[in-house]
C-alpha cells in the first residue's frame, strides 16, 4: 500500500453530496465532539443498502475494501484501506452486552450533523445512541468514552 494525504474534508463531503448512510461512530466520533481522545482509524456504520455506494465514494480516495459487497453483508462489516483504515459495521441491527438492540434505521432517524474542524459537517448518532454502540464491547475505553459522552449530553458543544 502507498502512502497518501488522506483528504478528510473530502471524503465526508463526498459521503454527504452522494446521500450515503453512513454514521461516523466509535472515538473518531468523539473527536468531531470535541473530547479529548486519540484514535488511529475511522469507523462508519452504514446502511447495508449503502455498501457499493460507499465503496464508489472510497475510490477516489484510494480506499480499497477487503471484501465484495456481498460478503461484506453476510459478515457485517469489512474495512477499506490504503494507508487510511476506515472500519464499516454493515449490520441492521447490533445488540449491546446488556441486551439493548441497537438497530441502524432508529439511530438513522435520530442522526445528528456536527461541524468538523475541517469545517465540514459530519453525521453522527445522536449522543444517547453514540453511548449504546460504545456498549456493544464495554472494553475498558468504551467506559472511559460513555462517561465523557454522559459528560457532553448534559454540556452540549456549541454549533452541534
Do not use: C
Not at 41 to 58: C, K
Not at 66 to 91: C, F, I, K
Amino acid at each position: 500500500m502507498q502512502g497518501s494525504e488522506f483528504d478528510e474534508a473530502g471524503f465526508f463531503r463526498a459521503l454527504s453530496t452522494r446521500n450515503v448512510r453512513a454514521l461516523l461512530i466509535g472515538r473518531r466520533a468523539l473527536v468531531v465532539l470535541g473530547a479529548p481522545v486519540l484514535t488511529a482509524d475511522y469507523d462508519l456504520w452504514i446502511h447495508s443498502d449503502d455498501v457499493e455506494l460507499l465503496n464508489a465514494v472510497a475510490l477516489p480516495f484510494d480506499l480499497v475494501p477487503n471484501h465484495s459487497p456481498d460478503t461484506a453483508r453476510a459478515r457485517g462489516r469489512y474495512v477499506l484501506e490504503n494507508d487510511e483504515r476506515v472500519d464499516v459495521l454493515v449490520a441492521r441491527r447490533v445488540p449491546t452486552h446488556d441486551g439493548d438492540i441497537v438497530e441502524f434505521d432508529d439511530v438513522w432517524q435520530r442522526r445528528q450533523s456536527v461541524r468538523f474542524s475541517t469545517g465540514e459537517r459530519v453525521t453522527i448518532p445522536a449522543i444517547i445512541d453514540l453511548i449504546r454502540t460504545k456498549k456493544w464491547a464495554m472494553r475498558a475505553k468504551d467506559l472511559a468514552d460513555i462517561e465523557m459522552l454522559q459528560t457532553i449530553l448534559l454540556n452540549p458543544p456549541e454549533g452541534s
